[in-house]
């Protein structure tokens, strides 16, 4: 379903897009544009994924509790990295709307905050 995707990250900014939703068996999948990148976060009950391809490839997984990876790709100037990220706190809510998540990690000891909110748009038929 077509949604709008409201991005707010830790320093308050708030981006806004427009993007795909679909509900999953215990989860959800949201694709959408962030910054001229096209972006994918899936849930599946207990891990998110975050993928980025464009400009930035990025690719994250949060597991709540445990420490894990993310692959980085300045795509322009071919330089690459692995960062950990610790996954302090990551929850999603569902409703016949759409879904919420807030995501709070530690990447590479600086503290993060990422919320995103999915609302699905009625189309006029």
């Known amino acids: 379903m077509k949604c709008k995707v409201t ?27 962030y910054e001229g990148d096209r972006c994918e976060l899936s849930y ?6 975050q993928k980025r391809r464009g400009k930035f490839d990025v690719d994250m997984v949060f597991a ?22 610790f996954t302090e706190k990551a929850n999603c809510k569902f409703d016949g709307c759409g879904c919420e998540t807030e995501i709070f990690y530690l990447l590479e000891g600086t503290v993060n905050t990422v919320c995103i909110k999915a609302e699905t748009i009625k189309e006029i038929k």
Request: charged share 25%.
């Open 7 to 33: 991005i707010t990250g830790a320093d308050g900014k708030v981006h806004c897009s427009s993007g795909e939703y679909r509900a999953t068996c215990g989860g959800c999948l949201l694709e959408y544009v």
């Open 44 to 49: 599946d009950g207990n891990i998110f994924k």
């Open 64 to 85: 709540e509790g445990a420490e894990t990876l993310c692959d980085f790709k300045y795509v322009a100037l071919g330089l690459e990295c692995k960062l950990k990220i």
